[in-house]
């Protein structure tokens, strides 16, 4: 019976975190060819995607189901069905082209699938389990950076003048560029110079953006009311107390433990803030 029926081999695995357990796709690959010799399958070509399936729009796998409509195949190869959808509207395309015939057979060494009301219900409960799993993930993940914010540690990309320490998980201090950053505020201060001439400033002394260009004056901007600075950082439209060391120092001490969970960021002036480095 199967050699009645022609099918496309996909393999997919992402980077994101979801897919960390999944066969690479060389042994996805490897797996699958094997299994289609085992049982007669006749694969006619093989589509490879290096992209999430957490939300819609993967190309290769549209031009995939697209060519199943014109009637070039009738049947899929892959790993587990969570390698065809991990969404709603993925899945539902591969039920509905079921539905209507232009897909006959699905094959997967690791799921049972016939083109029966029973095997459409287990697909749809397959194709749900593997949102489930997204969805569960990202609200873990959602739920341990706000434990990590709770506890004053910063979940993102430390600004310039700090390090993202990987062997610690935590932010330190650049002290080279801290010093920069330092004498840039002074700099500003002083009430006579244009943001033009903060990024004159910052270029001078070897102070980039991260693909390398120039400072941008919004750039400059944001580095000067950023209250991260400070000891303070934003997440959620809140302010939080880091905890890390702070490059700028307010004059009349620590900044008021008022100013935690509020959304105010704190004014950047040469009379508020003198410098630690």
Sequence with gaps: MNEQHK???YARKSTDVEDKQVLSIEAQIT????????NNLNVVEEFVEKQSAKIPGRPIFGEMLK???HGETDGILAWHPDRLARNSVDGGQIIYLVDCGRIAALK???FWFEPTPQGKFMLNIAFGQSKYYVDSLSENTKRGLRQK???GEYPS?????YINDVRTKSIVVDRKKAKIIKAVFEFYAKGNARLEDVSDFLAQRGIFSRGGKRIHKTRATFILSNPFYTGLFKYGGELH?????????FCSGKPNQNTRHTNEAPATSGRLFRARY
């Design 157 to 161: 990309v430390a600004p310039i003048g």
């Design 67 to 69: 060519r199943i409509e």
């Design 31 to 38: 797996e699958l060819r094997a299994f289609a010799k085992q």
């Design 7 to 9: 099918f496309f081999l």
């Design 108 to 110: 997967f060494p690791q």
């Design 149 to 151: 914010v709770r506890r």
């Design 241 to 249: 107390e880091g905890k890390y060391e702070p490059i700028i120092c």
